[in-house]
């Protein structure tokens, strides 16, 4: 493909964008995205007294984003970066038992080692106060998860088979990729072949690894019970595991030669590892609490239940069965009760479910978004949220407070944000909804303002109350931003969920344009300066949008797609579209509803531009380039921007900051520069 330029009309807005920033550096640009850390995996030491926790940020001189060890303790003195190494990165922070060391995931190379590109993740051990690391595992393909045994000695790691038999050289060339898969691709591992995750044992003082699980499934999610005496994971079994979503827990000895055993039975996923929660043992190693789904049949419409097993006996119970989403399950050192985040209507809080009676106490409250927590075995609790002006800040869980433990990003207080609202209205057919209003830094009551559509992904997704970098751009330069929850979306149960089920673009488009209705009734948007746009499904439905209606005046799809025929086997979701649209030969009604946007994009008057990943496997490039082939066509004006390299999610700084000034430059020519319209 031959190289996208610019026009010089895109060069313009785009130094005018640079100059504004230059000249008021207290509103949020596009430059500041990569000025954002991000805080995640935070772990509380066995005695209470200390967390450990990743801090993600964006390396510019290498161009990459990095992640580091920090340490602060829970009376939050002592804040200090552990690990610091420019050239890797290190996650998934674990305390030893006795609290005198941290193991860690890293892609480090030891002292010595030859530069190589394709250094795998391995387990690393480091002092609890810092200190020089020692890598514990040398697996051939990596690790991609581990669990430290309570007493601190071994380790239970997930890892591939090796891609080449142990002792031969590394050939120059890859070798063919062959595969009888239903499953051939993953936007994660690539391409799926005969190799599977299996479950290993590591003495932590050899580094001597032993493979106690085997088969054509993969297991993942380890977790070391507190007696020491089985190991969780969770699996898909049976005769093609690819074509179904029925995970299940298993539990295993730790030892070799030990055979496992099925924990649950439910026909539906049992704790399916896209929610990223591992199974939760209780203090006394009786029971398991994790999360399950719908049946198979629901893919990821079904809200996520709290599910609590006992493990003697395999009996299943749903402690709390309310219709929202679950996640995170921790217990309370007593065991009475299971500290847990749940999701309501664009908000996220850390709750607490007691047991047996089901009672839920909300923890936090307000407009926030919590995405992690941890309790330590004497009770103490941390919670890791932010809100519209705050990423994600660590904070410890007291009577009637939260106290702040770490920000890592105060330097936005010198920033003038936008404030965000919520918004009640109704769609077209009466169906109750709720909208967030992001208005322009600056705001004057009573002026109308071009005004971004933002489309969120999933379908099953929502927008919260949580820090959106684009929106704190977008307000910056002028621009109001909306963003509706329509039908599919998630924080409101099952019935609005599902009301999409293989009818995408229908429904959802009538709730975003009631959406915006409402909005140039209020006097905030302008009708005749409007933009639209999302990524991943977000995407797939701005092309329904625009192609169902003409009023926008610019849009910006990225990641996604107008024809479902071209991504069935071409991206990682056919079993999903068997379960949900069928099979295109057998219902191509289904296929033809999916496909809206490019069967009839003779209906699209709106200046598009499309954006994908290289590496996209799970909404692939194919998807942008047959919309922008389709408008080109039509000599509607249209751009395709393809970043070389990325996955669904784009990760490389200059790529990020990139995209943002893009989309600035292109909102900026039709809905700001002489009014210009299609």
Not at 235 to 253: C, E, F, M, Q, S
Not at 268 to 294: E, F, M, N, V
């Amino acid at each position: 493909m031959k190289r996208i330029l610019w026009p010089s009309l895109l060069l313009v807005a785009l130094y005018c964008i640079s100059g504004a920033a230059q000249a008021d550096d207290t509103r949020f640009n596009a430059a500041d995205i990569n000025r954002v850390a991000d805080i995640g995996e935070p772990v509380l030491s066995p005695d209470g007294n200390a967390i450990v926790y990743t801090v993600s940020t964006a390396n510019l001189e290498r161009d990459e984003p990095q992640s580091d060890l920090w340490r602060v303790r829970y009376d939050g003195s002592g804040r200090v970066q552990l690990t610091h190494t420019p050239d890797s990165s290190e996650s998934h922070p674990q305390w030893s038992g006795d609290g005198k060391f941290i193991a860690f995931l890293a892609d480090r190379k030891l002292d010595g080692e030859a530069s190589d590109d394709d250094t795998k993740t391995q387990v690393w051990v480091m002092p609890a106060d810092g200190g020089e690391a020692r890598r514990v595992t040398n697996l051939p393909s990596g690790v991609e998860d581990f669990v430290l045994s309570p007493d601190g000695k071994q380790l239970a790691a997930i890892a591939f088979d090796p891609e080449y038999p142990v002792g031969t050289k590394k050939p120059k060339h890859p070798l063919p990729i062959v595969t009888d898969r239903f499953q051939f691709k993953d936007d994660d591992t690539g391409w799926l072949g005969n190799r599977h995750k299996h479950l290993y044992l590591v003495d932590i003082a050899s580094g001597a690894a032993t493979q106690i699980t085997s088969g054509k499934h993969d297991e993942q999610l380890p977790a070391w019970s507190p007696d020491g005496k089985l190991i969780a994971y969770v699996t898909k079994r049976g005769a093609d595991p690819d074509r179904h979503l029925n995970y299940d827990i298993y539990v295993i000895a730790p030892r070799a030669g030990a055979k496992e055993r099925q924990l649950t039975t439910f026909p539906g996923s049992d704790l399916d590892p896209y929610w990223g929660t591992r199974p939760a043992w209780s203090p006394d190693s009786s029971r398991i609490a994790y999360l399950q789904s719908g049946e198979d049949k629901w893919i990821y419409y079904a809200p996520w239940q709290l599910a609590i097993i006992d493990v003697a006996s395999g009996k299943a119970t749903l402690p709390a069965p309310i219709d929202r989403c679950f996640t995170k399950p921790r217990w309370s050192p007593d065991g009475r009760s299971i500290y847990v985040l749940i999701e309501q209507a664009e908000v996220t809080h850390l709750s607490r479910v007691e047991l047996p009676s089901g009672k839920i106490t909300e923890l936090t409250h307000g407009d926030r978004f919590d995405s992690d927590l941890d309790v330590s075995p004497n009770g103490h609790l941390i919670v890791l949220g932010g809100d519209n002006t705050h990423p994600p800040r660590l904070s410890a869980v007291e009577p009637e407070k939260l106290r702040l433990l770490d920000d890592q990003n105060a330097w936005l207080a010198g920033k003038k944000l936008a404030t965000t609202e919520t918004l009640h209205l109704q769609s077209a057919d009466g169906t109750a909804l709720d909208a967030l209003l992001t208005k322009p830094v600056g705001y004057v009551s009573g002026r109308r303002y071009p005004t971004i559509v933002r489309v969120h992904g999933g379908p099953v997704y929502q927008f919260s109350h949580e820090f959106m970098p684009d929106w704190q751009v977008y307000a910056a330069q002028g621009y109001a931003v909306l963003a509706v929850n329509p039908r599919g979306s998630s924080g409101r149960g099952f019935a609005f969920s599902k009301a999409i089920y293989a009818d995408w673009g229908n429904k959802d488009t009538q709730d975003v344009l009631a959406g915006v209705d409402h909005v140039v009734t209020l006097g905030v948007a302008d009708p005749a300066r409007l933009g639209i746009g999302g990524w991943s499904y977000g995407a797939i439905l701005t092309d329904e949008i625009i192609a169902r209606d003409t009023r926008f005046k610019a849009a910006i799809a990225g990641a996604g797609s107008g024809n479902m025929y071209g991504m069935y086997g071409d991206d990682e979701y056919a079993r999903e579209y068997e379960l949900e649209l069928g099979t295109p030969w057998a219902n191509r009604d289904a296929y033809d509803r999916a496909s809206y946007p490019f069967l009839h994009a003779d209906r699209i008057k709106t200046p598009t531009m499309f954006q994908c990943g290289e590496r996209d496997f799970n909404v692939p490039c194919i998807g942008a380039e047959q919309m922008y082939q389709a408008l080109r066509s039509l000599g509607v004006p249209t751009e395709l921007v393809m970043y070389p390299g990325q996955h669904h999610g784009l990760t490389v700084p200059s790529y990020l900051r990139d995209r943002m000034e893009r989309n600035l430059a292109w909102y900026d020519r039709y809905l700001k520069i002489g009014g210009a319209t299609p």
